[in-house]
């Protein structure tokens, strides 16, 4: 069974450009979330869909972050216009059922914007 | 505010012996804790849990203890071994939902 993919793995952008996150969950896994992590601190949850329904998106920084996830299925997470602050890594988790399930986490893309 | 907090970024071992990563947490809501362990380029990966009526959790050589009055709880691993060496966060959840909550990590170092 493949696991949690993400890409890029890497992306290095100046401020003000766009950048797109994509995150393919495991098949079958309605839950899938996007959390951060800045500058070795803690990890923080960004939101939640189930299925392609947004369940909770109250760790979203601000605006200029849009997250989709197509019919249920891959997910994506704009970042436009990027700033200086949202460097650092994004991962993306996906589980089976919403209680009390652990989360696969995808290996991250590192966000460096410059 | 930061809800769970690992007071110690770093933790150093020596093989054989136990390790032991503590957790601190302000979120009275939270009813279910978690640990990750993370290497490096790879995503966190579940490593082991306890429910809030519990007390202690074992799996295999992970042991978890909760202490809800101080708000504290602590992952036992025993025997310490190299392959152990990584970063470990704590996390925390409350009600149904999955949201997780971390910490900001402690990096175990298991030497020889």
């Known amino acids: 069974e493949a696991g949690v993919t993400q890409f890029p793995s890497h992306s290095v952008i100046e401020k003000g450009q766009t950048v797109t996150l994509r995150c393919d969950p495991i098949?079958?896994?309605?839950?899938l979330y996007w959390y951060r992590r800045v500058m070795g601190k803690e990890i923080k949850f960004l939101l939640h869909?189930?299925?392609?329904?947004?369940?909770?998106e109250s760790g979203m920084p601000n605006n200029r972050f849009l997250a989709e996830r197509t019919g249920g299925t891959y997910s994506t997470l704009k970042v436009q216009p990027a700033e200086l602050e949202d460097s650092g890594v994004y991962f993306c988790?996906?589980?089976?059922?919403?209680?009390?399930?652990?989360?696969?986490f995808g290996p991250g893309t590192r966000l460096t914007v410059t | 505010d930061q809800q769970v907090k690992q007071n110690s970024p770093s933790l150093s071992v020596q093989e054989g012996r136990i390790s032991i990563l503590n957790c601190d947490y302000t979120?009275?809501?939270?009813?279910?804790f978690l640990w990750y362990k993370k290497y490096p380029a790879e995503g966190p990966t579940f490593l082991i849990s306890?429910?809030?009526?519990?007390d202690k959790n074992e799996d295999g050589r992970f042991t978890v203890f909760l202490n809800k009055s101080a708000k504290h709880l602590s992952l036992h691993i025993v025997p310490s071994q190299p392959g152990d060496s990584a970063v470990y966060f704590c996390?925390?959840?409350?009600?149904?939902?999955?949201?997780?909550?971390f910490g900001a990590g402690t990096r175990l170092a298991v030497h020889p």
């Open positions: 988790a996906s589980s089976p059922r919403i209680h009390r399930d652990e989360q696969y």
């Open positions: 098949s079958g896994h309605d839950n």
């Open positions: 869909f189930v299925k392609e329904s947004k369940q909770d």
């Open positions: 979120n009275s809501m939270f009813d279910y």
């Open positions: 306890i429910s809030s009526i519990k």
């Open positions: 996390a925390g959840s409350s009600g149904g939902y999955n949201k997780l909550i």
